[in-house]
């Protein structure tokens, strides 16, 4: 099972870039990487997924190299509103039981005015 | 097309009672994931559930708890004889089971033992 590993915590300002790197060595030919954002009181929210190279959609970018044995979580023009704990995962939930998304202790971003 | 469900939202409960979480999966979602979170923790797995069964449930401590996912309505967490420990924030997700497929949350049921 690959397992990740992230920053605890990062500090940034309204309007910067902010970009969150995942490690995952040990990452799995059929595993893909998924990333859930965390506001308190809420539950995970789906950010973003990808397998190699660049995704992006209206909320993030996802790099990832050729090895893939980490990727970047990109959030351009941070707000206050992006203040949340950002989790990285990586598996791949069609093999069954043999996969269970499992949640590290995620990146705990604090966005300041 | 409504989201994950969960209730009640909070939910208390005296040391020795039973507490029983309900969760509603997204529309044409057949598999369940149940988390515990404590404060400033990441999500513990608990339990995975297909329709009518159980895939994996080593997260699950074996006594006191159990959980279902019947053919017909919500998935169930059930505690019995809580204790103070217990007293944590409990997330269900769901999803269709597809390749790359992302887990839904609901937004919890928090969970306070007296």
């Known amino acids: 099972l690959a397992k990740t590993t992230q920053p605890i915590s990062m500090d940034s300002y309204e309007g910067q870039e902010v970009n969150i790197t995942c490690s995952h060595n040990n990452i799995a030919t059929n595993d893909y990487i998924t990333w859930y954002q965390q506001f308190p009181s809420q539950g995970p929210r789906f950010i973003i997924q990808?397998?190699?190279t660049k995704v992006t959609n209206e909320v993030a970018s996802l790099f990832i190299p050729a090895d893939r044995k980490s990727s970047t979580l990109s959030l351009p023009r941070v707000s206050l509103s992006d203040t949340a704990v950002y989790y990285c995962l990586v598996g791949d939930i069609a093999s069954g039981g043999s996969y269970i998304p499992t949640f590290g202790r995620g990146t705990s971003l604090i966005v300041h005015p | 097309n409504a989201g994950v469900m969960q209730n009640p939202r909070h939910l208390v409960r005296r040391r020795g009672q039973e507490a029983r979480l309900r969760c509603s999966p997204m529309k044409g979602h057949s598999h369940v994931y149940w988390y515990r979170q404590l404060p400033e923790e990441g999500l513990k797995f608990m339990v995975y559930l297909q329709k009518e069964n159980i895939i994996d449930e080593s997260g699950m401590p074996k006594e006191r708890f159990s959980a279902e996912f019947p053919k017909e309505g919500p998935s169930i967490l059930r505690i019995q004889q809580v204790v103070r420990g217990d007293s944590a924030a409990y997330f269900c997700?769901?999803?269709?089971?597809?390749?790359?497929?992302?887990?839904?949350f609901g937004n919890g049921t928090r969970l306070t033992v007296t």
């Open positions: 997700a769901s999803s269709p089971g597809a390749a790359n497929s992302p887990l839904h």
């Open positions: 990808g397998y190699k």
